[in-house]
């Protein structure tokens, strides 16, 4: 079978290698020559929008998938006129858009954050007078890691003003800034023949709107809920491979943030902690082949790499480590890899220390502070909870 991604970064990269185990070989289209993918399969570089890349990337596909939700909509659906497309379409065009998304959330009763769309000065004005203050100011598209987004602390309509101009006075939604005791998300995955999966639900901690920490929790309270919301949102989109619900837990309730139709940064703990990675299992829904087992008995959880790799000889000798590097050049912000840890059943305080030590090679000394405090705040209280069996 020879599957075609649309881009070629390092989820491409990722599904590639759990494709190729399965037996798979890989077609990569991206506007980027440098894409860290493109050694793993055959490489079309050209723009998304043109026809005579498209017609090159799609000969011989069996199927098409994609690895980022940003990937743009014509097209996808120029593909699907000519070869499956999974996850379907519709998924794509539900997550490009915050007010659809929120909108389908709603109609699933699944509950939401209060919002109120926002096209004009004039409307971020009457929702602030609205809604009030903090809040967040989000465009409706091509958000992702922080990017498109402005928090509102101040109603003053000089500020506000400033607020639309940074969003670039495009189409918008505010939404209450919510306060949280955790953030988390669930991993699911359905296959063509409707059957689906879930890993265990993801704690999870952001800084600047960048993910640095996951924790796969055992045994979390509000996991049949997650996995209830992610189910209707599989059913409803007709969906086929991984999908990741993001999550607020309020005081035991969760309001649903958003959702990637794709594999998702919180589930690479998955590749060395899970019977079978998000990878293997969004390979293996997209064709056909039966889904595999996510269950897991022992502690795991993934620290993102930002800007820069960490000494991989340091890394190495944090027991149950494995450092994962994207092959991309080294920027701020920008994630070039990162580090998976694995523990043993009932090691929660060794464990812990291990993900802290990991953190802070990877410049992330005041979340590893929290994690190792051990029942310091709320964040700290369940990251030692995760690990128990």
């Not at 894409?35 to 793993?40: E, L, Q």
């Not at 139709?261 to 299992?281: D, K, L, M, Y």
């Amino acid at each position: 079978m020879r599957v075609g991604l649309l881009g070629a970064g390092q989820l491409a990269g990722m599904l590639a290698d759990a494709g190729a185990a399965l037996g798979m070989k890989h077609t990569f289209l991206s506007p980027d020559p440098d894409s860290c993918a493109a050694p793993r399969g055959d490489f079309v570089c050209g723009a998304f929008d043109d026809v005579q890349t498209l017609t090159r990337f799609t000969e011989g596909l069996d199927v098409v998938t994609y690895e980022f939700e940003n990937v743009p909509l014509a097209a996808a659906e120029w593909c699907a006129d000519r070869v499956p497309v999974r996850p379907p379409v519709a998924a794509l065009r539900v997550a490009q858009d915050r007010l659809a998304e929120k909108r389908a959330f709603q109609r699933l009763d699944i509950p939401v954050p209060a919002y109120a769309a926002v096209d004009s000065l004039d409307e971020l004005r009457e929702a602030v007078d609205r809604h009030g203050v903090p809040a967040v100011l989000k465009t409706r598209t091509l958000g992702y890691d922080g990017r498109g987004q402005v928090v509102l602390r101040d109603p003053a309509p000089g500020l506000l003003s400033e607020a639309w101009d940074a969003i670039g006075r495009a189409p918008a939604i505010l939404e209450e800034f919510v306060s949280f005791n955790r953030e988390l998300s669930i991993v699911a995955v359905r296959a063509v023949d409707g059957s689906e999966a879930f890993y265990p639900l993801n704690q999870n901690w952001h800084r600047e709107g960048i993910l640095r920490l996951t924790v796969g929790v055992l045994g979390d309270p509000l996991r049949d809920l997650a996995e209830e919301y992610a189910r209707r949102l599989l059913a409803d989109l007709d969906y086929v491979g991984t999908l990741t619900l993001e999550l607020f837990d309020v005081a035991g309730r969760l309001l649903a943030n958003e959702f990637a139709p794709r594999v998702h940064n919180s589930g690479h703990w998955t590749i060395e902690g899970a019977a079978t990675s998000q990878f293997e299992n969004h390979m293996r829904a997209i064709s056909g082949s039966p889904l595999g087992p996510t269950g897991r008995p022992r502690p795991a959880a993934m620290v993102n790499l930002i800007g820069s790799l960490p000494d991989s000889e340091l890394v190495r000798q944090i027991p149950g480590a494995t450092l994962h590097a994207y092959g991309k050049s080294g920027r701020p912000g920008r994630k070039v890899g990162h580090i998976t840890l694995v523990g043993e059943e009932n090691e929660r305080e060794r464990f812990m220390s291990r993900v802290a030590c990991a953190l802070r090679y990877a410049g992330e000394a005041a979340i590893a502070d929290v994690v190792e405090s051990g029942g310091a705040d709320a964040s700290a209280r369940a990251a030692d909870a995760a690990c128990e069996a």
